[in-house]
């Protein structure tokens, strides 16, 4: 009877002993699991500080091209302006020019009674 137990207690050793064995596994296997996870986890991280430094290039390349849209846009208003002067410049110089010729043509008239 002691050897019927003896061997019970002997194959729940050997059965301890390879269930021991097979969690070693598992667990060195989680471990390089959980190396791997972390190897990743980093590289996003870097990837991720990478992203908000590029964000931040474009926020600051935004706030340049603004300013250059403004500046575009008051070019454009003077350049407007500085038609529409030359446009009423013009229509003053015609009518100084027609006003000019009716009196070249008075005093001619004059000239011609005189």
């Known amino acids: 009877m002691e050897q019927v137990q003896f061997e019970k ?3 729940q050793i050997s059965l301890l002993q390879s269930s021991q064995e097979h969690l070693a596994g598992k667990i060195g296997f ?3 699991q959980h190396k ?3 190897e990743q986890v980093d590289g996003m991280q ?3 500080a990478q992203l908000f430094g590029k964000i ?3 926020d600051e390349s935004a706030v340049k091209i603004d300013f250059f849209d403004e500046r575009h846009d008051q070019v454009i208003s003077h350049i407007d302006d500085f038609i529409n002067l030359h446009t009423r410049l013009d ?3 015609l009518a100084l020019r ?3 010729d009716r009196l070249e043509e008075r005093i001619e008239v004059m000239e011609q009674a005189g």
Do not use: C, F, M, V
């Open 9 to 11: 207690l002997s194959n």
């Open 30 to 32: 989680l471990t390089d």
């Open 36 to 38: 791997k996870l972390a």
């Open 46 to 48: 870097r990837i991720q």
């Open 56 to 58: 931040s290039s474009l």
């Open 91 to 93: 229509q003053e110089l």
């Open 98 to 100: 027609s006003k000019y």
